[in-house]
């Protein structure tokens, strides 16, 4: 399945940072997230577009994770040539990550 | 019995719909209605209108806004808290007065909070720019404006001395919130765990319509209905720091645990540390619980001693981009765009183009995460070349557009849709501010 599946997802924008939260539709899922959806991970799929290192933070109060990726706004919101200079869309392409169902989930 | 405050959230940002604004005035049994219309770099710009005009650099809405809710605000007695002043909260102040005198609402206090501008400060310590190496007097004469992130202090204290409408140049988003809170409650300054949940609360609150269901529908997943009429929310705090999120009953949009756990992580780092000039605000231990439809109780914000400085937004001349759009379309049309892309390639470097940086991109194909990210797509029906470049003039950045338009003549079969563009680039970058350097003060203009 797709990380679609079980989690939501926000990006905010910082300057050349940019934040993508993961939450759990489902506190069940929790567990899949802090599994399969790592900073590696996570670098691996914004491959050309994250520069810098991206650090995980996690938030068990409220099923979530939430990524700050460094260089990863072409320089930064107000000075980008990138058409999404604000990276706004980014949540949604991570959202495509294939996720491994734990055994007797459906 | 708990005193409870409800405090409406009227704008997100500088361009944001007006009429739910009204909506909250008029049926969100308010006792404060605050517009958070200042982006990042937004006051940078403000100050490039304040040097043209004197009594200018305020947000270009400020009129608009004020004239649709003084009416009902005055009525109502709901005070207003905003930094709609951009980069001059005095003659935002002054034209507000004009316009509630004009409505005939002579007795509303407006006070403007100025002191945000520490440009001068700035010089003089020559500080370390953040995001790059370098130093303010590196800048030299590209520097426009050094705005610190004020805190609730000064606007609670405006209100303390009976504003009916506080005006702001930057200020934390926030504090535009927390000020009402401090006001109304008497919250101590160093009660960090209080300003730490009051700052949960104004950060959910200051993009409005983005914890009521805005920025969150994703038909199939994630519904919402009646998002042309989106409501904006209501924040009801005790004086305890109790938090409940809700909307005007019959708003579009929706409420709910999913909404304000995205607002919660939006634009914030590391959870236990968001940074603010009140406090050191920690969101780490935060729960989320629905208790009612449109009802969501938020609890467990923390926090603790704030920072010795003020971060700073710099506002720069960065550069110029110019930029060219074409669209191709029918069988064939992702190689028409290559080629497209190919050929404005190599007539920049024919050419002479001065450009730093540059961008070759197809629109619904690859321009928004690259080709990696991109490559298992299919084959869309039409494509829009774009390419964009960084230039340390006008006219080359002017000459990038026109290597597009000239696609059309020039360049693969059936281009249509050209369009370009040049502009020049005020871009923003951050130094920290020794507190005691920025020195907050309140002017009082009556209506």
Redesign the interface.
């Known amino acids: 399945m797709k990380l679609?599946d079980i989690a939501?997802?926000?990006t905010?924008?910082?300057?050349?940072?940019s934040?993508i939260?993961v939450?759990a539709?489902h506190e069940k899922h929790y567990p899949l997230l802090l599994a399969q959806v790592t900073s590696a991970r996570v670098k691996a799929?914004?491959?050309?577009?994250v520069e810098g290192e991206v650090v995980r933070?996690e938030?068990p109060?409220?099923s979530?994770l939430?990524f700050?990726m460094s260089a990863a706004l072409g320089?930064?919101?107000?000075?980008s040539?990138?058409?999404?200079a604000h990276g706004k869309?980014?949540s949604?392409?991570l959202l495509d990550l294939d996720i491994e169902p734990a055994s007797g989930d459906n | 019995m708990m005193r409870t405050i409800r405090i409406g959230s009227g704008a997100g940002y500088s361009g944001d719909r007006i009429e739910p604004a009204l909506e909250l005035a008029e049926k969100g049994d308010l006792q404060y209605l605050v517009f958070e219309c200042l982006g990042?770099?937004t006051v940078a710009l403000a100050q490039q209108a304040r040097m043209k005009d004197p009594d200018g650099g305020y947000d270009p809405l400020l009129e608009e806004r004020m004239r649709a809710v003084l009416p009902v605000c005055a009525a109502k007695g709901i005070k207003i808290v905003t930094n709609m002043g951009a980069a001059n909260p005095e003659a935002a102040a002054r034209k507000t007065a004009e316009i509630a005198r004009s409505l005939g609402l002579s007795s509303l206090k407006i006070a403007a909070v100025i002191g945000d501008d520490v440009l001068d400060a700035c010089k003089d310590g020559d500080l370390p720019i953040m995001?790059f190496d370098g130093t303010i007097k590196q800048l030299g004469n590209r520097l426009l404006s050094a705005n610190a992130y004020l805190g609730a202090e000064p606007m609670a204290q405006a209100l303390g001395e009976g504003a009916d409408i506080v005006i702001t140049g930057r200020a934390s988003d926030p504090a535009l919130f927390l000020a009402p809170m401090i006001h109304a409650f008497g919250w101590a300054m160093d009660d960090w765990n209080l300003l730490g949940q009051g700052t949960v609360a104004g950060h959910l609150l200051e993009c409005a319509g983005q914890i009521t269901g805005g920025?969150?529908a994703?038909p199939g997943?994630?519904d919402v209905a009646g998002l042309a009429r989106l409501g904006f929310p209501i924040g009801e705090v005790g004086e305890d720091g109790a938090l409940v999120i809700t909307k005007v009953a019959g708003s579009g949009g929706a409420v709910t645990a999913?909404t304000c756990?995205?607002?919660?992580?939006?634009?914030?780092?590391?959870?236990?540390r968001y940074l603010q000039p009140d406090v050191v605000a920690d969101?780490?231990?935060?729960?989320?619980e629905e208790i009612a439809p449109d009802r969501v109780r938020i609890s467990?914000g923390r926090g603790t001693q704030r920072t010795d400085t003020l971060k700073v937004s710099v506002g720069y001349v960065?550069?110029f981009?110019g930029e060219g759009q074409i669209s191709y379309a029918g069988p064939g049309a992702l190689a028409r765009g290559r080629l497209a892309l190919e050929i404005v390639r190599e007539r920049l470097k024919l050419t002479g183009v001065a450009a730093s940086?540059?961008?070759f991109?197809l629109?619904g194909v690859e321009?928004?995460?690259?080709?990696?990210?991109s490559s298992h797509a299919a084959e869309p029906y039409e494509v829009r070349v774009?390419v964009?470049?960084?230039t340390e003039s006008l006219r080359e950045a002017i000459r990038i557009g026109n290597e597009v338009e000239t696609l059309y003549t020039n360049g693969p079969a059936a281009g249509g849709g050209a369009w370009k563009s040049a502009r020049d680039?005020?871009?923003?970058?951050?130094v920290l501010l020794p507190r005691d350097l920025a020195k907050p003060q309140i002017r009082f203009v009556g209506a």
Do not use: C, M, W
């Open positions: 679609r939501h997802s926000r905010g924008d910082k300057g050349n940072t934040n939260s939450i539709y799929h914004f491959a050309g577009v933070y938030l109060d409220i979530a939430n700050v320089g930064g919101v107000t000075r040539l990138a058409l999404d869309s980014l949604s392409a | 990042e770099r995001e920025y969150f994703d997943y994630k999913q756990k995205e607002q919660l992580l939006y634009e914030v780092h590391d959870p236990r969101f780490s231990q935060v729960k989320v467990g960065d550069s981009i940086e540059l961008r991109e629109i321009s928004l995460h690259g080709a990696e990210v774009r964009a470049g960084r680039v005020v871009a923003v970058a951050s």
